[in-house]
T-cell receptor
Framework: EPEVTQTPSHQVTQMGQEVILRCVPI?????FYWYRQILGQKVEFLVS????????KSEIFDDQFSVERPDGSNFTLKIRSTKLEDSAMYFC???????????FGSGTQLSVL | DQQVKQNSPSLSVQEGRISILNCDYT??????FLWYKKYPAEGPTFLIS?????DKNEDGRFTVFLNKSAKHLSLHIVPSQPGDSAVYFC??????????????FGKGTLLTVNP
């Protein structure tokens, strides 16, 4: 079964550093998402992306965050200057259509020290 | 802002018995509900969904019930198997406009099925 792949599985960074989390969505999917889960809390929506632009974003997704689809296969989340509170598991997801179910990757555990 | 609530952080069930996982929501504009299962070190995996125009959806051992007047849904697993042990997330989508793409998740319920 096709799957969403995320790299790296773990990322440790110093506060203030930039990080890029990478995702390869399922190849024929058109909608792409980033979610995150802070330890012990619920999975939270960050951003959705369709047709090469952000379609929706949450209050969490401020100016420090950006997303990009640099080529036909990758989908990246960049955090420009990481903060301690950005430490979380970040999940990439994709879907074939607007109202289709989301397929999630295994996540990248980001630790900001 | 807990629009989707899973009030039981954990549930323990004997193999072969029924597991019932509950979810409550507050946003009356939610019109589509999903259950996801998550094993450690993996991403959430879609399990079953239900549209607000229905009150029941069944897929093998999994059945989701929706009570719109009570703003409550439940996931029934019958019979429960040890491999069902995982965290179960309830999620909902609001298609009323302005928020069409995101899923709102509950905090999850850890289900343990004992052999």
């Amino acid at each position: 079964e096709p799957e969403v792949t995320q790299t790296p599985s773990h990322q440790v960074t110093q506060m203030g550093q930039e990080v890029i989390l990478r995702c390869v969505p399922i190849s024929n999917h058109l909608y792409f998402y980033w979610y995150r889960q802070i330890l012990g809390q619920k999975v939270e929506f960050l951003v959705s992306f369709y047709n090469n632009e952000i379609s929706e974003k949450s209050e969490i997704f401020d100016d420090q965050f950006s997303v990009e689809r640099p080529d036909g296969s990758n989908f990246t989340l960049k955090i420009r200057s990481t903060k301690l509170e950005d430490s979380a598991m970040y999940f990439c997801a994709s879907s074939a259509g607007f109202n289709e179910k989301l397929f999630f990757g295994s996540g990248t555990q980001l630790s900001v020290l | 802002d807990q629009q989707v609530k899973q009030n039981s952080p954990s549930l323990s069930v004997q193999e072969g018995r029924i597991s019932i996982l509950n979810c409550d929501y507050t946003n009356s504009m939610f019109d589509y509900f999903l259950w996801y299962k998550k094993y450690p070190a993996e991403g959430p995996t879609f399990l079953i969904s239900i549209s607000s125009i229905k009150d029941k959806n069944e897929d093998g051992r999994f059945t989701v019930f929706l009570n719109k007047s009570a703003k409550h849904l439940s996931l029934h697993i019958v019979p429960s198997q040890p491999g069902d042990s995982a965290v179960y997330f309830c999620a909902a989508r609001d298609n009323s406009g302005g928020s069409n793409y995101k899923l709102t998740f509950g905090k999850g319920t850890l289900l343990t099925v004992n052999p």
